[in-house]
């Protein structure tokens, strides 16, 4: 809904600096933090009770290299004034700067008093940096300002 009410217009350029410091926190210290703290397998044991499933390249895929890949392309359609670029831009945000949010409700649906949950720490830098990509990307490239 979002990339459908607010403008499509604004330059690669003012968003390039949210868009890849985002991106670069998401893979080199959320996906880390969730990895090394074993985040699928808290979720299993504190919260769904059912195993995590076997990691096989159809999962990985799946799950990590269809959505980073489709990710990476959007500078290159937003380059290229194409929609689908601002489209796949707002998923990406708003990925990281709301639905990444969950990590501080997920303690909430354990039977252990509120605390730390794997991938809470990094969300503390992921969201703010997602939130400055919607603030660009929101803007019109004519308000720009270098």
């Known amino acids: 809904m979002v990339w459908l009410i607010l403008p499509q217009n604004s330059s690669w350029s003012l968003i390039k600096t949210p868009f890849l410091f985002t991106l670069s926190v998401f893979l080199l210290l959320h996906k880390v933090e969730e990895s090394r703290l074993k985040f699928f397998e808290v979720v299993s044991d504190k919260i769904t009770g059912i195993p995590v499933p076997e990691i096989t390249p159809l999962l990985i895929i799946g799950l990590l290299i269809i959505p980073v890949g489709v990710w990476i392309a959007a500078p290159m359609l937003i380059k290229r ?49 997602a939130w400055w990509g919607m603030y660009r990307l929101s803007r019109n490239k004519s308000n720009h300002i270098p």
Not at 95 to 121: C, I, N, Q, R, W
Not at 122 to 127: D, E, G, P, R
């Open 81 to 129: 004034g194409y929609a689908f670029g601002y489209y796949l831009a707002w998923t990406f945000f708003i990925s990281m700067g709301v639905v990444e949010l969950a990590h501080f409700f997920l303690p909430l649906l354990t039977k252990d008093p509120y605390g730390y949950f794997p991938g809470m720490a990094s969300v503390i830098v992921l969201a703010p940096l």
